[in-house]
């Protein structure tokens, strides 16, 4: 009769000859059935299975990976995206009211485009949790690198890579998350408000009331953002025109309550309203696109102070699914309560004094309160999770002079220029699970016809008088 | 008179060592460390006077990261070790050894009030992934399923992807709660709940077990491993129990340590 160890001895052999290393987990079907067989004992089966998981862990790659023992998941993910993008857009002219003379200069470019996302994101005991990410261009709210956009002469040029998040957070007690750095936008919202590439700065705080309190039937959550733009010197001498005293830091603020209920049958109903406003701390200068959260590129020499902010918010979404897949109806909806204020930011004259534009024609330009409103409805057709699967939207948006920041919304539609109107729409059909090809289209059409070039200067309001953007992709996560 | 002094110091600092010597801490899965343990715990003390336990517990992920960390004697868990666990107590010369303490079934329970007596394993995957939402779609009365599971800590919540859901995402609307008693207490409160929770609080009152593919998680089928969602429960430790962790392992594993796992609702390893 065959001594126990040597039994075991003899399964783990077995089982060591049909499993390779890298497969050892997989080993579970045949340590079964030596059990079931009566091979082996339950207690003998499961110290094979250790030992074949301390051998996984010895010799195979991940077993080599030195993770600390504070670190309780390692998740790595990341994409590359390869862009074909066309830009059409047509300047406003001198004036767009008929008055006086037009001079529809054009701006056509085709770029070739690429982008490398890497993420790293960390569960700690202790329920810490930690990530980071990079990316390929220093841009806030873009990864792409243009292929050729180097220095003359600098052909194949290689890229940066940047850090595009770094943040830690902790969940105290569940339903309570709190996060602190350059982190993933925690809010419920649409383009129309953020750009999905911006990864905002600051501190940030999550209620999950339903968690919280235990209650069902609605999920109920308080969000909360603190968001540094500009980190000011404070000895610097303030602002004497628009009425500091002091200097202090640009800080932006936001915080929504997000709830989300099924109504009927099958269907769910998301509101999100809040408020996103910020201080009226002067923004340090930066000189080109890509200086930090704040992107001056988009704004005049005026508009380097965060003033006239006030923004009332009240995105929402209707889900359901029609043969299985998903739809959503959405729309976003801002109103801006100081949207005067701002409006005078882009010229003094707004307040109704008659201006000079730039062929030397005047115009009486007067806030609208038109110009305080932007709106955004649209809809999702499909999901993209595995080979073949296709999905489609469009969306229709109207985005008033002063409505939202330009430095945040969107960069794609309208390239970040308020005071126009237009859509968006655009496919994504996967090619394999991790695999996708798509293009998408956005349109914009300038909103008020009576701000001329020369009277709103190189400000995101109505310079441009059509934008159109294509952008086809192709992109592969791994 | 000095010299007799710092005999009895002695004896006072020797003394105050031995007692701290006897604490066992154990850390991990609520399924065991809710009732079996602490009733085992009582036990060992009535027979090893002078014997303290700490025992905390907070899920199997808990009592698994505790051995790791070398912050336990004995880790609970109601699922093995995951390959990134291994690895993690490798990298600090951990050896992660299991102990098969008794055998559990996973059983589904419903609210006493359903109409429902069985479901198949295809059905239990569907309503817990969120493949299907309404109780008429597997035969029950009209009403949307409340699903209640365990939290991402509990080894349950794992083994039960593993065994009943192909490995596949919870539905959305799934709420994750702390122990198996708050499950039990969830699902005897909504005519429209299912949950799942370990044999030894299956008997609570309000809910009823179901069978699955016409099988109820009695002994021998879970022993037998017949019955769908049989799984053993393990402690966890560094290398082969040793010392004061390996005498109460022995006493789990003997007769009367047994014979309280049967008491509890467990099913014990050797009939």
Redesign the interface.
Known sequence: MLKQSTVQLMALGLVGSFAATAAAQDSGALIDALVRKGVLKDQEAEQIRSQLSRDYAANTPAGKLNISSSVKELKLSGDVRLRYQYDDAHDAGTLFNGTGSTNNGANQRSRYRLRLRVNADYKLADDFFAGFGLQTTQNNDSGNQTMGGGTAGDYNQNYGIFISKAFLGWTPISGVTLIGGKQANPFYTTDMLWDADISPTGFTQRFDLHKIFGFSGLELSLVGGEFVLSDNTESGAPNATLGHKTVTDAFAYQVQLIAASEIVEGVKLTVAPGIYTTNTAALAATTSDGGGEFNSSKWSTKLDQLQGLKLALLPGDVSFKVAGKPVKFLWDLAWNADGKARAALYDKDMSGKTATVAAASTVTVVHSERDDWAYLAGFQFGENKKKGDLSFMANYRVVGLASVDPNINDSDWALSYTNMQGPKVGFLYSLGDATTVGATYYSAQSLRKDLGAGHVSAGPGSQRDNVQVLQVDMSVKF | MIRSLSIASLALVVGVTAAQAEKIVIKGSDTLGAKLVPQLAEAYKAANPGTEFSIAAEGS?TGL?AI??GNADIGMSSR??K??E???????AV??????VAYDGIAVVVNEKSPLKGLTKQQVEKIFTGDV??WSAVGGNPG?I?IYTR?TSSGTYSDWKELAMNKRDYAG?S??LAGNEQIVAEVAKNPNGIGYVGLAYAKSAGIKVIAIDGSLPTADKVRA?TYAYSR?T?YFTNGEPAGKAKAFVDFTLSAKGQAIAEQIGFVS?AK
Not at chain 2, 86 to 92: C, D, G, L, R
Request: glycine letters at 4%.
């Open positions: 992920t990261a790791i960390d093995r070790a390959p990134t291994v690895s993690a107590a490798s990298a600090k050896n992660l050894t299991p102990t098969i939402n309404d949307k409340s939290n609307g709420q994750k491993k053993p393990f390893l």
